[in-house]
């Protein structure tokens, strides 16, 4: 086959979930058919390149593509009143764009396009019918809103999530009819869109790379200590980290008073970097690897009351050989095997409780990482994923 990737934001940051699913899946997509990459970039994002964070797009595309754009704040403030936004926002880009994806169609004979980039690039590409197309939300963002606006206790944020919540509902049901396939990574997040509008779904969960997650015995573990990482700009790990340090983090200190917290992640904002003042917190901002400061805590603590779809630092906790302990909502994504080996909490005690079991076991702590890494193992490799995908992308070539 040969497929047309179309994904927005490019370049792939190896901190963003999305990018990190696409280059890997279509890393391993490539060692049997051809594949070519349409990257849309805002200009605003090139300050932020960091060649350690990147992925090589040349590695596994034949040929990139590359469509440079610069958003106005006004129109993408504007963007939470209508479905089709980028039409007011880009009047001249979707016909840009259109003369692009169909010279590299001719061009390169594509024979199916798949699209990543909510709610941007699919917007532009609905209405794009010569060939098949496939689109990837991997989560319902409506599905984050509606738990973000249930969460929330503050009337600002209330109508903010409450906006959000309208707009991604209006915009997924839209985008589930426009395309052939829709694909998340979860059933809870595709049985909530299929209530929205009907169409073809397709659940593919994430993998990870079991060579570069895995245990380093010369990093040496700093007890006690945990951890929590993600991207810490991002609203349901905001929460996370400040639910867990004003509820929980107190009744785990009472036991361990000299414990370290480390939150470990790009741009934080300014309620996060305060955590610094106490001293027993570490918070990183970005940095070049993770896996060494995970590799040296003690426990992965993952306290989500927000969000959708798979946390894949639960998977990356798990193949470092890590106990985790997390909410119900962080793992619902999960395979049952996963369950057997992860710490579910829901409340602050509970949360606290066993988190401090493990800290207090170091024979427990072992034990649950081995098991940890060898179920993620079993269940959760790229290229199990991929294949998923070929099978797709084969059905539909096979309807037309």
Same mark, same amino acid.
């Given at each position: 086959?040969?497929?047309?990737?179309?994904?927005?934001?490019?370049?792939?940051?190896?901190?963003?979930?999305?990018?990190?699913?696409?280059?890997?899946?279509?890393?391993?997509?490539?060692?049997?058919?051809?594949?070519?990459?349409?990257?849309?970039?805002?200009?605003?994002?090139?300050?932020?390149?960091?060649?350690?964070?990147?992925?090589?797009?040349?590695?596994?595309?034949?040929?990139?593509?590359?469509?440079?754009?610069?958003?106005?704040?006004?129109?993408?403030?504007?963007?939470?009143?209508?479905?089709?936004?980028?039409?007011?926002?880009? =009047?001249?880009?979707?016909?840009?764009?259109?003369?692009?994806?169909?010279?590299?169609?001719?061009?390169?004979?594509?024979?199916?396009?798949?699209?990543?980039?909510? =709610?941007?690039?699919?917007?532009?590409?609905?209405?794009?019918?010569?060939?098949?197309?496939?689109?990837?939300?991997?989560?319902?963002?409506?599905?984050?809103?509606?738990?973000?606006?249930?969460?929330?206790?503050?009337?600002?944020?209330?109508?903010?999530?409450?906006?959000?919540?309208?707009?991604?509902?209006?915009?997924?049901?839209?985008?589930?009819?426009?395309?052939?396939?829709?694909?998340?990574?979860?059933?809870?997040?595709?049985?909530?869109?299929?209530?929205?509008?009907?169409?073809?779904?397709?659940?593919?969960?994430?993998?990870?790379?079991?060579?570069?997650?895995?245990?380093?015995?010369?990093?040496?573990?700093?007890?006690?200590?945990?951890?929590?990482?993600?991207?810490?700009?991002?609203?349901?790990?905001?929460?996370?980290?400040?639910?867990?340090?004003?509820?929980?983090? =107190?009744?785990?200190?009472?036991?361990?008073?000299?414990?370290?917290?480390?939150?470990?992640?790009?741009?934080?904002?300014?309620?996060?970097?305060?955590?610094?003042?106490?001293?027993?917190?570490?918070?990183?901002?970005?940095?070049?690897?993770?896996?060494?400061?995970?590799?040296?805590?003690?426990?992965?603590?993952?306290?989500?009351?927000?969000?959708?779809?798979?946390?894949?630092?639960?998977?990356?906790?798990?193949?470092?050989?890590?106990?985790?302990?997390?909410?119900?909502?962080?793992?619902?994504?999960?395979?049952?095997?996963?369950?057997?080996?992860?710490?579910?909490?829901?409340?602050?005690?509970?949360?606290?409780?066993?988190?401090?079991?493990?800290?207090?076991?170091?024979?427990?702590?072992?034990?649950?990482?081995?098991?940890?890494?060898?179920?993620?193992?079993?269940?959760?490799?790229?290229?199990?994923?991929?294949?998923?995908?070929?099978?797709?992308?084969?059905?539909?070539?096979?309807?037309?």
């Amino acid at each position: 086959m040969n497929i047309l990737v179309c994904f927005y934001p490019f370049p792939f940051y190896r901190t963003h979930g999305q990018a990190l699913r696409v280059y890997n899946v279509f890393k391993n997509i490539a060692k049997n058919h051809n594949v070519f990459l349409l990257g849309i970039s805002e200009n605003a994002l090139n300050k932020l390149e960091y060649n350690s964070l990147l992925f090589d797009a040349k590695d596994i595309f034949l040929k990139v593509f590359r469509l440079n754009i610069r958003r106005k704040r006004l129109l993408e403030i504007l963007s939470l009143i209508t479905t089709k936004y980028v039409n007011l926002e880009f =009047p001249l880009l979707k016909i840009k764009l259109y003369k692009i994806v169909w010279q590299i169609i001719i061009k390169y004979k594509i024979d199916i396009i798949y699209v990543n980039g909510f =709610p941007f690039i699919d917007l532009l590409l609905s209405d794009f019918t010569r060939i098949p197309k496939v689109l990837d939300l991997c989560d319902s963002r409506c599905l984050i809103f509606k738990r973000a606006l249930e969460n929330s206790s503050y009337t600002l944020d209330k109508i903010i999530f409450f906006l959000n919540y309208f707009r991604t509902k209006n915009t997924e049901k839209y985008l589930i009819k426009k395309y052939d396939a829709t694909i998340f990574i979860s059933h809870i997040d595709a049985s909530f869109s299929a209530n929205l509008a009907k169409g073809l779904f397709k659940i593919i969960p994430n993998g990870i790379d079991i060579e570069y997650f895995k245990p380093n015995i010369s990093i040496k573990e700093e007890f006690p200590s945990i951890i929590f990482f993600g991207t810490m700009s991002f609203k349901p790990n905001i929460d996370a980290v400040l639910y867990f340090y004003k509820e929980i983090f =107190p009744k785990i200190r009472k036991e361990f008073p000299n414990i370290r917290f480390y939150v470990v992640g790009t741009s934080p904002i300014k309620e996060i970097l305060r955590l610094k003042e106490d001293r027993n917190v570490i918070v990183t901002g970005r940095v070049d690897d993770i896996r060494p400061f995970v590799l040296k805590t003690n426990v992965v603590v993952i306290p989500m009351r927000m969000g959708s779809g798979m946390k894949n630092k639960i998977l990356e906790g798990m193949a470092l050989q890590k106990p985790v302990v997390c909410t119900s909502l962080a793992m619902e994504a999960l395979e049952t095997k996963c369950k057997d080996v992860v710490f579910v909490a829901n409340t602050p005690n509970e949360f606290a409780e066993k988190t401090v079991m493990l800290l207090k076991n170091e024979k427990k702590r072992k034990e649950i990482g081995l098991k940890a890494r060898k179920v993620v193992k079993e269940f959760y490799s790229w290229e199990k994923s991929a294949e998923k995908y070929c099978k797709l992308f084969e059905m539909l070539l096979l309807k037309k």
